[in-house]
């Protein structure tokens, strides 16, 4: 139960409302999240833009590692209700339930590439309070791995986005 009182279907903009109406046709319910967003409908979209260009949306990075990074930055930052959230969404991705399992063990437990396992704990590195004492040389040891400049970029909005969304949800108390 959310520390706040979250809107209602009805309390929403009609906008939200329109798009609450088709998640309720596919799922019966609506999540946490998308109620608490449902607050302000500029940082509604704003978030949803996130989501469908980052996660949804095939870009230069694998689903896999995407959702990788989803797992492992929820999981960092203690927020159950995100990581059971993307543990559904990973397999809708593609990812079977052992890499979703692996990847929630840690990335020394995950079944890939040694580069996408350097990728994966810079992320989480990145994803810290101490990020601001990453280096050139760090940026340099990933693109050494054969990761460009703009895989990185995105892997690193995609961690900056789950610190976002996990800020909000363990504020807020969703899922509790």
């Given at each position: 139960m959310?520390y706040?009182?979250?809107p209602?279907l009805?309390?929403m903009?009609p906008?939200?409302?329109?798009?609450?109406k088709?998640?309720?046709k596919?799922t019966?319910?609506l999540?946490?999240?998308?109620q608490l967003?449902a607050?302000?409908?500029?940082?509604?979209f704003?978030t949803?833009?996130?989501?469908?260009?980052?996660?949804?949306?095939?870009?230069?990075?694998p689903y896999?590692t995407?959702?990788?990074?989803?797992?492992?930055?929820s999981?960092e930052?203690?927020?159950?209700m995100?990581?059971?959230?993307?543990k559904?969404?990973?397999?809708?991705?593609?990812?079977?339930?052992?890499?979703i399992e692996?990847t929630?063990k840690?990335?020394?437990?995950?079944?890939?590439?040694?580069?996408?396992?350097?990728?994966?704990r810079?992320?989480i590195r990145?994803?810290?309070?101490d990020n601001?004492?990453m280096?050139k040389?760090?940026i340099d040891?990933?693109l050494?791995?054969?990761?460009?400049v703009?895989q990185?970029v995105e892997?690193i909005?995609i961690?900056?986005y789950f610190?976002y969304i996990n800020?909000?949800?363990?504020?807020f108390?969703l899922?509790?």
């Open positions: 959310a706040i009182k979250l209602e009805e309390e903009d906008e939200i409302q329109e798009l609450a088709e998640i309720l596919k019966g319910k999540g946490e999240i998308f967003l607050i302000r409908k500029d940082i509604y704003m949803d833009n996130c989501v469908k260009t980052l996660l949804l949306k095939e870009t230069e990075l896999s995407k959702e990788r990074i989803a797992l492992l930055i999981k930052n203690n927020c159950p995100c990581v059971d959230v993307h559904n969404i990973a397999k809708m991705l593609g990812m079977s339930e052992e890499q692996e929630l840690g990335v020394d437990h995950i079944n890939t590439t040694e580069e996408e396992k350097e990728l994966l810079f992320c990145a994803s810290r309070k601001y004492k280096t040389e760090d040891r990933i050494s791995l054969g990761y460009t703009t990185l892997a909005t961690t900056a610190n800020t909000l949800s363990n504020v108390g899922g509790k």
